[in-house]
């Protein structure tokens, strides 16, 4: 189970986003990914590997983790960030699953 | 250019069946496994089912389990969805999404970097 948290941030363009997400079991960081998604559209990989950037997304965007904690950063917001960010437990099957999503809105 | 086309969803009755299918284009279709995430109304992602890149494997999600069936034609480099015994809890957009890692263990499916643009099911009387 992966629980984020918030389900709602709001915030400014030009401020920095902190996103959650907890494991309910031990995790390994190879097996977290962090995607967006807007309205309308399919979901985008932001982040593989906890912290690995994916084709193309801008160095705005970071990941960690600490034990069962995992975190996407955006450093600044930019207009076109403000989405929905899920992440994403990785590896055998029966272990697939998505956490709940968090919101990040225009304050 | 990587790319991948659902086609198949529609509007069926509680206890029908519907089978969708993605189109996948740009990259060597049998070194990437490819699942079925789904995405109902107003609610998060949910992974569905996926099958490994030679097709010799096949996972589901318990809630879609002994309904759903996925496969894939290399012939074709298509996969497919047949759903049957649908209830309106299968109402969702369906997204064909393919793993970013090539030559996966059977079994193991990994981030997701290539995204259809979804087809929506719904499931109404």
């Known amino acids: 189970l992966l629980t984020q948290s918030p389900g709602t941030l709001s915030l400014s363009p030009g401020d920095k986003a902190t996103l959650s997400c907890r494991a309910s079991?031990?995790?390994?960081?190879?097996?977290l990914a962090w995607y967006q998604q807007k309205p309308g559209q399919a979901p985008r990989l932001l982040m593989f590997?906890?912290?690995n950037r994916a084709t193309g997304i801008p160095d705005r965007f970071s990941g960690s983790a600490s034990g069962t904690d995992f975190t996407l950063t955006i450093s600044r917001l930019e207009p076109e960030d403000f989405a929905v960010y899920y992440c994403?437990?990785?590896?055998?099957?029966?272990?697939?699953?998505f956490g709940g999503g968090t919101k990040v809105e225009i304050k | 250019e990587v790319q991948l086309l659902e086609s198949g969803g529609g509007l069926v009755q509680p206890g029908g069946s519907l089978r969708l299918s993605c189109a996948a284009s740009?990259?060597?279709?049998?070194?990437?496994?490819l699942s079925w995430v789904r995405q109902a109304p107003g609610k998060g992602l949910e992974w569905v089912a996926g099958?490994?890149?030679?097709?010799?494997?096949?996972d589901y999600a318990g809630s879609v389990k002994g309904r759903f069936t996925i496969s894939r034609d290399s012939s074709k480099s298509t996969v497919s969805l047949q759903m049957n015994s649908l209830t309106v809890d299968d109402t969702a957009v369906y997204y064909c999404?393919?793993?970013?890692?090539?030559?996966?263990?059977?079994?193991?499916?990994?981030?997701?970097?290539?995204w259809g643009q979804g087809t929506t099911v719904t499931v109404s009387s």
């Open positions: 999404a393919k793993d970013r890692r090539a030559a996966t263990p059977p079994g193991n499916y990994y981030d997701m970097d290539v």
């Open positions: 740009g990259f060597i279709f049998n070194r990437h496994a």
């Open positions: 099958i490994s890149g030679s097709g010799s494997t096949t």
């Open positions: 079991h031990s995790l390994s960081s190879h097996y």
């Open positions: 590997g906890t912290s």
């Open positions: 994403q437990q990785c590896g055998d099957a029966t272990d697939l699953t």
